[in-house]
């Protein structure tokens, strides 16, 4: 049974960078993309981006210049780093595993990331 | 990016009674290879979305059958043929046709 566990300071101040990361356990690794996905509290999901094992990424073009998507493919694991935070990048985080046609069938526990001076 | 609009934002059904969630995308979600890139999911209270439907009208393993979606194009409808209690939560629509992937803004189905 594949699951995400992920994790990662929940604690910033502005300007700081956001990092997490996510391990997947209990299926393989390659032949899929890693995708992070956000939500500010109270409101709606936010796609951010993807890797998959090779390396490869898409992401949010009005986040990509802060947005750093890596992977780990020896630990079943992907990261995420988010620089120069402010309030706005408040929120849940979440990873996933994307799946077939680009459905997203598994996902972390989520991570509450609060950004504060 | 692809603008997903769901409606209505909030919904209150009897258990038993039917309830339908619309999702209009602002472009076709039909692509070249014949799949739909639209999909369902359900966020209950505290948890991570989990995936209903995928490719506009597959029900996704486990998935109850009395949850059902249609559409087309850019017009999609999930409905709940008898909702029961544990289908309170919020339901997304999905698109990953294009980068960047989008939602829309979530239903909140209440009892």
């Known amino acids: 049974q594949v699951q995400l566990q992920q994790w990662g300071a929940g604690l910033l101040k502005p300007s700081e960078t956001l990092s997490l990361t996510c391990a997947m356990y209990g299926g393989s690794f390659s032949g899929y993309y890693w995708s992070w996905i956000r939500q500010p509290p109270g409101k709606g999901l936010e796609w951010i981006g993807e890797?998959?094992?090779?390396?490869?990424?898409n992401s949010k073009p009005s986040l990509k210049s802060r947005v750093t998507i890596s992977v780990d493919t020896p630990k079943n694991q992907f990261s995420l780093k988010v620089s120069s935070v402010t309030a706005a990048d408040t929120a849940v985080y979440y990873c996933?595993?994307?799946?077939?046609?680009?459905?997203?069938?598994?996902w972390g526990q989520g991570t509450l990331v609060t950004v504060s001076s | 990016d692809v603008v997903m609009t769901q409606t209505p934002l909030s919904l209150a059904v009897t258990p038993g009674q039917p309830a339908s969630i619309s999702c209009k995308s602002s472009q076709s979600l039909l692509h070249s290879d014949a799949k739909t890139y639209l999909f369902w999911y359900l966020q209950k209270t505290g948890q991570p979305p989990q995936l209903l439907i995928y490719?506009?009208?597959k029900r996704f393993s486990g998935v109850p059958d009395r949850f059902s979606g249609s559409g087309s194009g850019t017009d999609f409808t999930l409905k709940i043929s008898r909702v029961e209690a544990e289908d309170v939560g919020v339901y997304y629509c999905m698109q990953t046709i294009q980068v960047p992937y989008t939602f829309g803004q979530g239903t909140k189905l209440e009892i």
């Open positions: 890797i998959n094992h090779s390396g490869n990424t």
């Open positions: 996933a595993r994307v799946s077939g046609s680009y459905l997203l069938d598994h």
């Open positions: 490719e506009a009208s």
